[in-house]
Structure formats: structure tokens, C-alpha cells
């Protein structure tokens, strides 16, 4: 407990605690500013924008969890701030309502997705209602919607005619018994999740690609420029992983496979290869003895999630066939590998056991011959009796005129030996993959395409946008989509034959894009949005979310605007100028909230009980924003008693004139707690606001102005009993539209903060000698005299004093003639600091 809390939980300890029920109140205001639209914004030219927004939720049938009261709490106080500043605020809400859970829970409860979603988003919409979240609800975006969707179709035919869409054989996890693909998440240790006993299988379909790679040179080249959190920027350089290396074309069976490698300085030491086990061409190279073998390591994969892999370890087989290295003539095996990216490169990587770890462990496990070429200075290795790979540093060895070359020199040197004799190229690589988009599921976008035996692949003509996603479907064998032949049934754009429809649905990911765009002119049947209005909203000035998006939605957003820009819809680069990764609020044990720790904290349960002002005060108490905290029960319990208590003694303040003291307090919390607000430091406003009450409540009276201007200051954290507040001393506006005070910085005197100062000091002092009295005599102290230089008379109010120690308190100055002084304390005085004496 801080010192002013303690102070104010005294005041009030004998009387009653005030047990105040702002729901209504806070239902009142609500339905108020529904009415009035007063979060309505249009586009306004003479007015500065802001466009604020929280990354949009899934509406999951749980409803809302603590996590979103909090992202949307942090979103709606800036908002609000900046909305008081004089910006023309953006600060939209919507629904990413396409996706996976909504058809598991129609698989499994037998209910219609589409209702799923409706049911899910009302109680959300609700919900957020009651935390009396500030959105301009008429701009609401619902990306399950034809009227939206039809927007994802469009932008899928556009990004095609333009060749930033194909298609290409890709691996996939297959259930034979559901007789449809997987997804990652639905395969559980190889095994579908719907059926525990059938191992998945890994099938090449052909499925639709977005060129995001195209955009890889800039989304790496300008993520340094963002307002982003540093850790973000490095995760998305990362995930672009951009390397300089170089191709070294090997010969398998005749043919070339150009092989990307970092370390062309250990080409002499490369004893195998490895191929993805995903690779699309990967039967090509296995042999007809080794084919069983190789079809029952995939079978013991079972499905391509990446986790899987990180549970079996590194596992191998070899395929049967040999690669030639250009440059020894030396014949190496090549291995199927689950640890190997297959668009990575050509999806095979060479392996040079001796100075790579991860070719070590499987050279070892496997018993594949190994070669050193690189030697440290000091010593020689010896194959047989190393325990892990060389990876320092050193001289290269065994590898022909290259020999004696320093290893780092020695890149430089092969790599310009194999361009020279045309064995390969100098090149730069990427970790960043095109986007696959295709899901082999019904509750997404239908992928506006046309197959016709004699025109091939044909694009659904813009004028019949949307293809409705059909409402009556079966699920149960196979993509409901593909066996509903209703749908499938068409006849083809171009030559009027019979022709069938795609099936595959786009990833949601792809909804969640552009949505941002959408909410800038979200009514328009015409085209996705309005020039015009999109250029006066974009970008995104403060974007806030959790930093589990770090790498997919911020970088296919990114990579959107970008190719919207390409293609003449936008005029600018980046569409979120600055981000906001939320902490993470654990449940009261410290563990992550869930269901089967028992610790999950409703928020409409708190709000129910406390009032959301309570719940969105202590959730800004936690903790600074963006650190995880730890929900806490007493929290919330003295938040809601802070509140109470705040709500009844401003109503009773008497209101008259500040005292300069008063005025120099307030207008330097003006000054702090907008630049905390300002900077998402809601945590440190929180304790400003605190003391500022305090200071309030040691007043006689305040003028009107200033009891405004804290209630002003407080009104982003608690938006409804300020409102109340506002209007109980009889405004007619509402305060969420108000001016934001500023700081008059002449009424700040640094000298009122040093007297508070040093009578705090004098407090603990006379604290401190009292407590030393009792131990030594056993008896209470009695009454204290205080001797002040003159000029410091007004900072020792000694009523207050009296209160704090509960002791009689009188102060004399060291010069008055009159004074009481039998223990000639008054010499002792100093400047700060007074003498002491008490009877
Ligand atoms: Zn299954
Ligand atoms: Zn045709």
C-alpha cells in the first residue's frame, strides 16, 4: 500500500464503505452514447485524423477472455485521448468470423457454422458494449459477409491477372478416413484428431500460391523504419531470413539441381545430401529397392506440422540416389530428411558432417562417412574421436588447390572458382515462402476460379462476384464444398462448356489483410473502398495487438498494401506507422489463464460484480502495458473501493477557488499524466490520478475548472463515472467529446512540491522519535512542538500534521518571542528541516 493510500483508507476506516452499483450508471451512458453516434466519425479536412485500432478477434463461442479486455481497454484509453486531443479518431471494430473452430464446432455439435459465428459475434459485440469501449460501431466489419468477401475475390482475381498468383504442387496433411485435408492443428502426434486410430498421410495437391516473396527485398528493407517494438522487427527480419550464398549445381541421375549453400568453403567436405520429405519431386529421386522404406518413414512423419518434427527429432532415409559434386567428382547419397525446408532453396541442402551440427547428429545416427576440411590452427581433429562438429574457425585441408586458405576467405575464393568455371552462381536466398492460400475447407472465401477441360484453369469473370458460399452443405466426407454439386456445377466463362468449380477456400489470413482498408469506407457496394477516403484515414497510426502476430498477419498485411499499391489502390508503403504488443495477464496463480487450471478471470463476471470502470482501472494498474502482470482479487476489490470513494468525494467537494498550492499540483499532473497517456504508460497516469485525489481531498474547496480538468484526466481509464460526474455539475455535452486540459506551466511552482516534501519528511520524523520513546520508556509520547524558519511557516500545516500522528501538533517559528521551547529544540531547525520536541 502506498503512503497516500494508507492515508486514505484511515479517513475512512470508521465510516461505512461506501458499496456504490455503477451498473446502471454505466448502462446509462452506454445507451447514451449509442444514441447520440457521438463515435460516429466522417472524413473531416480541416480536422488532424487519427486512426486507432485493435488487432480484430476470432468470435469464438467462449466469448470474451481477459486477454481482450485488456487489448481493448489499452486501444479504447488512447482512443479517447486522442479523440480529447482534437483529432478526428478512427476507432473501428469487427470480426475475423471465417475459420477453422467455427466448422470444428459444426463438425462436432452438429450446428451450422454460419449460426456458430452470429451467435458468438452478438455476445461478443455485447460484451465489449459493456466494457464501454468507444467504437464507431457503424463501421463494423464482418469478414464471413458476402458484402465483404466479394472485396477478397476481387483482390484475388486482380493479384492473378497480374501474375502474383499460381498454382503448384505442395504437401498436405491427408486423413483417409475423412477423406479430406488437414490442418496442422488437426493432427495430434500423426494422428487425425477425429479419428485416433488413422495415421495421416502426406499428399502433393495442387494448390494456390500468392507471390509474396516478389515484396521480400522490401518488407525486409523497410521494417526499420516502423514505430515497432524492436523485438518485433528482428522476428520479421528473421522470418525473411535473407542470406548471401551461393548455388553449387550437383548432378543427380543426369539432371542438375542447383544447391544453396552459405559455406561454399566446406564443398570439399560434403559427404550427403538431404531432401525435404515434403519435396513435390522427392519420388522422382527414390529408387525402386528403396521405395518401400522411403513410403514407411513418410508414413511415420504422418502430416507435415512443423511440430511434429520438433517431437521426433531429425529422421532420415536414404532415397537410393547418388549426387555428383562438381567440384570433387565424388558420388554422395542422398537422404530424405524431415528437418529440411522444402521450398527452401532447390529443397535440398548439402551436408557436411564435420562443421554442422545438425549434420553431425544425423551422420552419426545413420552411420554416413565423414570428411574434415577445416582445421583448427592449434591441433588436428581426428573424425574418430569427435564428439560434435567443428564449427570455429581455421584453415582449409582436403580440399585440393584451396588448401592453407583461411575457411572465411576461402567463401570468397570457391564461390567466384564456381561461378568462373559456370558450376553454379553467386545468389541471395530467402526464408520467407510464397503464401500458400488454398484450404481445403468450407468456412472461408470460395477461391473464384473455373476449371474447363479444353480452357484449362479459367478466372470467374469480375461482373459475377461474389460466389456465394453455399448455406445448405453436408459435412462429413471430405470438403462439404466439393461434394455439394450444386456448386461445384458450372459452365466455363470462356467457351460456355461444362466446367467445375474450385472447391478450396482462401486462408483467413487473407481476410484479415486488407480489413483495416475496409473499415475507412465499409459500406460501399461499388468497389472495396474509396480512394479518397482510404488516403485520409491510412495509415494506421497506432496499431495494437498481441505479439503472437508478429510474423503472418503483420506481414501479409504488410505485403498487401503493398501490392494494392503496385496495383494502383493505395498511394502509400506501410500500413501500421506504430505498434503496441500488449503484455500478458496470467491468471491469480501466475499461471496462463485456462480452463483446466481453473484460474480463468470472466470479464463480465468482474464487471457484473465491480463495474467495468473498476475492471479497466485495475487493469491498468497491473502493470505498465505492454508487461505481463498477474491478475489479482484484492486488485479488483480496491480498485472498485478507490472508485467508490472517488465517485462520493468529488460529488461533495465544495467548489470555489484553488489554492495556489492546488493549482501548481494540478497543472504538473496535466503536463505528466498526458505525456504517460501519450506514451501507453497508463500504469504511471494511474498513480498520478491517485495522488492528485489525494491532494483534492486535502483542499477546502476547488475551483470548477480544475475538478474538470481531473476529471477530464480521468476519464480515458474510467470513462462512465466521469461522464456521470461531468454532467452532475451540470454540463450538457459529454465529457468523451471534451477539450483535453492543457498544462498552464506558470502555476507550476516547484517550491509547493518541496514544502510537501519536507512535511512528509517532518512526519516520519516525529513517526520515528515516537516510536523510539515507546521502546525506551514504554509510555506514548504527548504533545509536539514543530520550530520552522520563518519563511517556511505556510509548508507545516499543523492540523494536518495532527491527523497523521494523532498526536496535539503546535508549530512556532525559531524566532517567535512567545514560543514554547524546554528542550531548546528551536536552535536545531534548519532550513527543511524543523526542530522536534515532544512532551
Ligand atoms: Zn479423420
Ligand atoms: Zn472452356
Request: overall charge positive.
Amino acid at each position: 500500500m502506498k503512503k497516500a493510500e494508507k492515508k486514505e483508507a484511515a479517513k475512512t476506516e470508521n465510516k461505512e464503505e461506501p458499496k456504490m452499483n455503477f451498473l446502471e450508471l454505466e448502462k446509462k451512458w452506454q445507451a447514451a452514447w449509442e444514441k447520440n453516434k457521438i463515435f460516429e466519425v466522417s472524413e473531416d479536412s480541416k480536422k488532424k485524423k487519427y486512426y486507432a485500432l485493435e488487432m480484430f478477434p476470432y468470435p469464438s463461442g467462449a466469448g470474451l477472455h481477459m486477454g481482450h479486455a485488456l487489448n481493448y481497454t489499452i486501444g479504447d484509453i488512447f482512443a479517447r485521448f486522442k479523440r480529447m486531443s482534437g483529432f478526428n479518431v478512427l476507432y473501428p471494430m469487427g470480426y475475423d468470423a471465417f475459420g477453422l473452430p467455427a466448422e470444428n464446432a459444426a463438425i462436432k455439435a452438429g450446428e451450422h457454422p454460419a449460426e456458430y459465428t452470429e451467435k458468438s459475434m452478438i455476445n461478443f459485440v455485447s460484451q465489449q458494449k459493456a466494457l464501454g469501449l468507444s467504437y464507431d460501431w457503424a463501421r463494423k466489419v464482418v469478414t464471413c459477409t458476402p458484402e465483404y468477401y466479394k472485396w477478397n475475390q476481387y483482390f484475388f482475381l486482380k493479384f492473378f491477372e497480374n501474375g502474383l498468383i499460381y498454382r503448384k504442387k505442395a504437401a498436405v496433411n491427408w486423413c483417409p478416413k475423412c477423406q479430406t485435408v488437414l490442418a496442422n492443428e488437426q493432427v495430434h502426434s500423426g494422428k487425425c484428431w477425429r479419428h485416433e486410430d488413422t495415421d495421416v498421410e502426406v499428399k502433393q495437391l495442387d494448390q494456390w500460391f500468392i507471390k509474396t516473396t516478389d515484396y521480400s527485398e522490401e518488407l525486409l528493407d523497410k521494417v526499420r523504419d516502423l514505430q515497432w517494438p524492436e523485438r518485433i522487427k528482428i522476428m520479421q527480419e528473421n522470418w525473411i531470413g535473407k542470406s548471401f550464398g551461393t548455388d553449387i549445381n550437383f548432378k543427380i541421375g543426369g539432371k542438375e539441381w542447383p544447391i544453396f549453400t552459405t559455406r561454399p568453403d566446406t564443398i570439399y567436405g560434403v559427404t550427403f545430401m538431404v531432401v525435404s520429405s515434403q519435396h513435390p519431386k522427392l519420388m522422382e529421386l527414390v529408387t525402386a529397392k528403396q521405395k518401400k522404406e522411403v513410403e514407411a518413414f513418410l508414413k511415420k512423419l504422418g502430416g507435415v506440422s512443423e511440430k511434429e518434427v520438433e517431437e521426433l527429432g531429425k529422421e532420415g532415409v536414404f532415397t537410393g540416389s547418388y549426387a555428383v559434386n562438381p567440384l570433387t567428382g565424388d558420388s554422395v547419397p542422398v537422404w530424405a530428411g524431415n528437418f529440411v525446408v522444402a521450398d527452401y532453396g532447390s529443397g535440398m541442402v548439402m551436408a557436411v558432417p564435420t562443421h554442422d551440427q545438425r549434420d553431425f547428429e544425423f551422420a552419426k545416427k545413420y552411420k554416413i562417412p565423414m570428411k574434415i576440411v577445416i582445421s583448427p590452427e592449434s591441433k588436428t581433429l581426428d573424425i574418430k574421436s569427435m564428439k560434435e562438429a567443428y564449427t570455429e574457425n581455421g584453415i582449409l585441408v582436403n580440399s585440393d588447390k584451396f588448401n592453407g586458405l583461411k575457411n572465411r576467405e576461402a567463401i570468397e575464393k570457391i564461390s567466384e572458382f564456381i561461378a568462373k568455371q559456370k558450376l553454379g552462381k553467386k545468389t541471395i536466398n530467402y526464408k520467407f515462402r510464397d503464401w500458400l492460400v488454398s484450404r481445403q475447407r468450407y468456412w472461408g472465401t470460395p477461391i473464384p476460379m473455373i476449371y474447363c477441360d479444353s480452357c484449362g484453369v479459367v478466372p470467374v469473370p469480375e461482373k459475377e462476384l461474389p460466389i456465394l458460399l453455399p448455406k445448405k452443405i453436408k459435412f462429413g466426407k471430405g470438403n462439404p464444398l466439393a461434394t455439394n454439386m450444386d456448386f461445384v456445377e458450372t459452365r466455363c466463362p470462356k467457351c460456355k462448356a461444362k466446367a467445375r468449380r474450385e472447391t478450396d477456400t482462401m486462408d483467413t489470413f487473407f481476410d484479415s489483410s486488407w480489413y483495416y482498408l475496409r473499415y475507412c469506407d465499409p459500406k460501399n457496394n461499388k468497389e472495396a473502398f474509396d480512394k479518397k477516403k482510404v488516403e485520409y484515414w491510412m495509415p494506421v497510426d497506432q496499431y495494437i495487438g498481441g505479439a503472437e502476430h508478429a510474423c503472418m498477419h503483420l506481414i501479409y498485411a504488410r505485403f498487401f498494401t503493398k501490392a494494392l499499391r503496385d496495383l494502383g489502390f493505395l498511394k502509400f508503403d506501410e500500413p501500421f506507422t506504430r505498434l503496441f504488443n500488449q503484455g500478458m495477464l496470467h491468471g491469480r496463480d501466475g499461471n496462463k489463464m485456462s480452463k483446466s487450471l481453473g484460474n480463468v478471470v470472466n470479464p463480465i463476471e468482474i464487471i457484473d460484480k465491480y463495474s467495468s470502470d473498476s475492471l479497466r482501472f485495475n487493469l491498468m494498474s497491473l502493470s505498465a502495458p505492454d508487461s505481463d502482470s498477474i491478475w489479482s482479487d484484492t486488485g479488483i476489490e480496491s480498485a472498485f473501493k478507490f472508485i467508490s470513494r472517488l465517485f462520493l468525494g468529488i460529488t461533495n467537494i465544495k467548489i470555489g477557488k484553488s489554492s495556489p498550492k492546488f493549482e501548481s499540483k494540478i497543472n504538473k499532473a496535466i503536463k505528466e499524466i498526458s505525456l504517460d497517456i501519450g506514451s501507453i504508460k497508463y500504469n504511471l497516469a494511474l498513480i498520478k490520478i491517485r495522488g492528485l485525489y489525494d491532494s483534492i481531498m486535502q483542499e477546502n474547496e476547488i475551483s470548477k475548472k480544475d475538478l474538470e480538468s481531473f476529471m477530464k484526466l480521468l476519464h480515458p481509464i474510467c470513462p462512465h463515472i466521469t461522464e456521470e460526474l461531468w454532467h452532475n455539475l451540470g454540463n450538457k455535452t459529454f465529457i468523451s467529446l471534451e477539450k483535453w486540459p492543457e498544462a498552464d506551466e506558470t502555476k507550476i511552482n516547484e517550491k509547493f512540491e518541496q514544502e510537501e516534501k519536507n512535511a512528509e519528511k517532518a512526519v516520519s520524523d516525529i513517526l520515528n522519535v515516537l516510536k523510539i520513546i515507546k521502546e525506551k520508556t514504554g509510555k506514548e509520547g504527548g504533545k509536539i512542538y514543530l520550530y520552522v524558519i520563518p519563511d517556511e511557516l505556510s509548508s507545516y500545516n499543523a492540523e494536518a500534521i495532527s491527523k497523521r500522528t494523532q498526536k496535539e501538533v503546535k508549530v512556532f517559528t525559531v524566532n517567535d518571542k512567545k514560543k514554547y521551547d524546554p528542550g531548546g529544540k528551536a536552535s536545531k531547525a534548519k532550513p527543511g528541516k524543523p526542530g522536534i520536541y515532544i512532551e
